[in-house]
């Protein structure tokens, strides 16, 4: 089966804060790299997305970094607002479907 | 708007019963999936269909049953078989079946065994 392992499980970061989620994948397959962001009770909702022949994309507060040797990928918000408090999932894709991360649950103190 | 809508929000169930989520989208896209989410486990897929009237089974597809008779519609039937039902079951859709453009979720339905 197919792996994307995500850490850390669970992350507190103050207000302004950078807050570091990671993603490490095995199968060379996979070309696309999303990041979804999920409230409580709520669907997730794609946020940024990257594919494997750029090394870094940014938008906003939201930097996406890979790196395809390493087969690693992680997600960078920067200056973190308590409105950031959510869990976040990784994933890969391939073809017609994506795999997930276990998920992080963020929570960003005032 | 275009989104998915998933019915019911919330659902209970007796032990040895079959129960049908509802999946409803209209924003035209041709495949469709649903995940079944558990704490610290994160999506799991359960089964996706890239076109009417075809499907597949995902990474825990024992126990659940679909079908794909119209482009808008998804419904997933949790059937007695499945052993831990109570879960939150996520709808989600995309534009070809491809991972170009990610996925749209519905809000959601939340299973509860008692």
């Known amino acids: 089966q197919q792996q994307v392992k995500q850490s850390p499980q669970s992350l507190i970061v103050q207000k302004g804060g950078i807050s570091i989620i990671n993603c490490a994948y095995e199968?060379?397959?996979?070309?696309?790299f999303p990041w979804y962001q999920q409230f409580p009770g709520k669907g997730p909702a794609l946020l940024i997305a990257?594919?494997?022949?750029?090394s870094e994309k940014k938008e906003g507060r939201f930097t996406i970094s890979f790196n395809k040797s390493a087969k690693q990928f992680s997600l960078h918000i920067m200056d973190s607002q308590p409105g950031d408090s959510a869990t976040y999932f990784c994933?890969?894709?391939?073809?017609?479907?994506?795999?997930f991360g276990e998920g992080t649950q963020l929570t960003v103190n005032p | 708007d275009g989104g998915i809508t998933q019915s019911p929000k919330y659902l209970f169930r007796k032990e040895g019963q079959n129960v049908t989520l509802s999946c409803e989208q209209n924003?035209?896209?041709?495949?469709m999936y649903w995940y079944r989410q558990d704490p610290g486990q994160g999506l799991r897929l359960i089964y996706y269909?890239?076109?009417?009237?075809?499907?597949q089974k995902g990474d825990i597809a024992e126990g659940y049953s679909v079908s794909r008779e119209k482009k808008e519609s998804f419904p997933l039937t949790v059937t007695s078989a499945q052993k831990n039902p109570t879960a939150f079951y996520l709808c989600?859709?995309?534009?070809?079946?491809?991972?170009?453009?990610?996925?749209?979720f519905g809000s959601g339905t939340r299973l509860t065994v008692v």
């Open positions: 989600a859709s995309s534009i070809d079946g491809g991972t170009g453009y990610g996925y749209t």
């Open positions: 199968n060379t397959a996979f070309d696309y």
């Open positions: 990257i594919r494997p022949d750029v």
């Open positions: 994933a890969a894709g391939s073809g017609s479907r994506l795999t």
């Open positions: 924003l035209n896209h041709d495949a």
């Open positions: 269909s890239q076109i009417v009237n075809d499907f």
